[in-house]
C-alpha cells in the first residue's frame, strides 16, 4: 500500500513538471515549431556553468531551479543525470539524460509542442524511467528487451533534441 501512494505521489510530481502546453501532436503548417536543445547544452548551461545560466532550468511550475531536484526518485539530480556518463552503455542514464533534454527545451518554451512520436517517446520514457532504477536497468546486457527499448526511445528523444525532427531544428 505504502509503495502505492508513493508511486502516485510522484505520478502528481511529474505531471506537476509537464508544460501546460502538453498537446501530443499539433500541427505548425509549413512554419517552425519553435527549436530544439541537446543535453550537451543543458549540462553546461545549468546553475553550474561553466556557460551562461539559462532560465529553462527554472521549474514553470513551481518556480524553482530543477538541477538539484530528485529525478524521478532515482536518488540522482538532475544535474548528475546529465552529468553521468552511461557506464557500460547503461541505459537507464542514455535515456534520461535525453529525456531531460527534451523537457527542459519544451518547459523552457522554445518548442510549444512535441511532435506525435517525440511526445509518446517522452511519456513512454515517463514511466520507464520512474518504473526501473538505474541498476536494475544498468544490470541488463546486449539484446536484453527492455534494454533494447530504454535505447529505442533515447533514440527518438535524441533524434529531436539534434533538430533531426521536421519542424523542429536545433537552435542556433
Known sequence: ??????????????????????????????????????????????????????AGWISSTYGEDMADWDYRGSGYTFYQVLNSPPQGGNAWFILAAQHIATQLTWSSGRVQFLPGGVYQAWEDAETLLATYSPDAIGALKGNDSLRKQFLELAGILDNFNNGNVPGYPHCS
Open 1 to 54: 500500500m505504502k509503495k502505492w501512494i508513493a508511486l502516485s505521489m510522484l505520478v502528481v510530481l511529474v505531471l506537476s513538471l509537464v508544460p501546460v502546453s502538453a498537446t501530443p501532436a499539433l500541427a505548425c503548417g509549413e512554419e517552425e515549431c519553435g527549436c530544439t536543445l541537446t543535453q550537451g547544452y543543458w549540462k553546461t548551461h545549468s546553475k553550474y556553468g561553466p556557460a551562461p545560466y539559462d
